[in-house]
């Protein structure tokens, strides 16, 4: 069975930082491409970051410059480094992977969310 786990969210100023981990465990054979999701409050759910298999990385425009995505394929983690943070980041924050299992096809797996508050 695989699950994803996010850590790190919190209650920020606007202008600090934080970082969020998802942590991938069970029987994978291969973590392809990791996303990074948030869901503000009366938005629908948006895709903030994703990094593929070899590292390329994507951005939505109103984060560019200002996260970064990165991944521990050794850890079966990935991160998402968040600067400069402005109240309208508020959200949950929601990671998937795009995974193959062992003896299972290969899917999108996604973890519970973490909540990310940025203060005014």
């Known amino acids: 069975q695989v699950q994803l786990v996010e850590s790190g969210g919190g209650l920020v100023e606007a202008g600090g930082s934080l970082t969020l981990s998802c942590e991938v465990s069970?029987?994978?054979?291969?973590?392809?491409?990791m996303r990074w999701y948030r869901q503000s409050p009366g938005k629908e759910r948006e895709l903030v970051a994703s990094?593929?298999?070899?590292?390329?990385?994507t951005y939505a425009e109103p984060v560019k410059g200002r996260f970064t995505i990165s991944r521990d394929n050794g850890a079966l983690t990935g991160y998402l480094r968040m600067n400069n943070l402005r109240p309208e980041d508020t959200g949950t924050y929601y990671c998937?992977?795009?995974?193959?299992?062992?003896?299972?096809?290969?899917?999108?797996?996604w973890g519970q969310g973490t909540h990310v508050t940025v203060s005014s």
């Open positions: 998937n992977g795009d995974i193959t299992p062992i003896g299972i096809m290969r899917g999108d797996f």
């Open positions: 069970g029987n994978i054979m291969n973590i392809n491409a």
């Open positions: 990094i593929s298999g070899g590292g390329w990385t």
